[in-house]
């Protein structure tokens, strides 16, 4: 028969070990291969300040961890407007991705508690980041500048959610490590974009007006050069055609005045071989005149002088 006192250290034996699996059992816990994970003694109070990583730890019994992704994380902020430069809403969407340091995570847990905590205010900086961004560039810029854009995005963000660059320590932001900034989607105003289309067409009726314009300038410079080598042409032909008439005239007249003279040396030598005197001249010079025309017939009037006979 079995003693009470064998009874009573087999059941002091049994709770032992039952303590000791639970003690065990809530001293052991397992982080994943993507965690970070700060341990947290719940009856001490106690945050320990060495982050661990994936894989079973011990600690004081009882205790917890305090857990954080050891990858990337992936935001996409909620779709919704930022405001330009020149005061025109925008429609955005933008995803971005962080990471907590396993460095950072003892003061980001005490700050902000827990992941969860810590997440949200990881994407109100993000939205300011945003809309700080936005506040520095025009509307037109949006269409034809989008790879600046999300570059000064991503550099807000890092400001944002690390803090100065010279600090390295995340106190001055939110002790997340900006990895990247993806600009999805970009939607200017209606009233906007129906601007532009009218300014396109504007500027392309100027232009087409301005091509027309040199056209119509060409052939007008055109026409102006034909007229110009067909005034010239005609000015030119005036020219020598005045030219031959003068040259002709000029022939005729010094062809007449050498007849002439040839006749008045020719009268001279009548003159003064006969002892003429002018009238005796005159004539002899009607006489020539009547002897060389036949049938001539002439009217005179009284008292005109028809024969300078005497004079002979």
């Known amino acids: 028969m079995i003693s009470h006192k064998k009874i009573a250290i087999g059941t002091f034996s049994i709770a032992v070990l039952v303590l000791i699996i639970i003690l065990l059992a809530t001293s052991l816990k397992r982080l994943t291969s993507i965690q970070y994970g700060l341990e947290y003694d719940r009856i001490a109070k106690f945050l320990d300040d060495a982050a661990k990583s994936g894989g079973l730890h011990i600690g004081p019994p ?18 919704g407007l930022c405001v330009s430069q020149d005061g025109l809403r925008i429609q955005i969407q933008i995803s971005f991705q962080y990471q907590i340091p396993q460095e950072w995570l003892y003061d980001a847990v005490v700050r902000y508690r827990n992941f969860e905590r810590w997440q949200q205010i990881v994407i109100a900086a993000g939205s300011s980041a945003v809309q700080h961004s936005c506040s520095k560039f025009i509307i037109s810029e949006f269409q034809n500048k ?67 314009r040199s056209q119509e300038t060409t052939k007008a410079d055109t026409t102006f050069r034909e007229a110009k080598e067909e005034a010239k042409r005609i000015n030119d032909t005036a020219t020598n055609e005045a030219e031959v008439l003068l040259t002709e005239a000029r022939l005729k007249a010094e062809e007449a005045t050498f007849v002439y003279e040839r006749e008045a040396e020719v009268l001279l030598d009548v003159k003064n071989t006969l002892g003429l005197t002018n009238e005796g001249l005159l004539a002899y010079m009607s006489n020539e005149f009547y002897g060389n025309v036949k049938d001539l017939k002439v009217s005179l009037l009284e008292p005109v002088q028809s024969s300078w006979q005497v004079e002979l």
């Not at 205790?63 to 779709?79: G, M, Q």
């Not at 854009?149 to 600090?167: H, P, W, Y």
């Open 146 to 212: 989008r790879g600046i854009i999300q570059s000064q995005m991503e550099e807000a963000l890092r400001l944002k959610l690390e803090g100065s660059a010279d600090d390295n320590t995340g106190e001055g932001g939110v002790y997340a490590r900006a990895i990247s900034v993806q600009l999805r989607n970009i939607e200017v105003p209606p009233e906007y974009t129906s601007s532009v289309a009218q300014k396109q067409s504007a500027e392309e009726d100027i232009t087409l007006a301005i091509n027309q």
């Open 62 to 79: 009882g205790f917890k961890f305090v857990k954080f992704p050891s990858t990337f994380v992936l935001e996409d902020l909620p779709e």
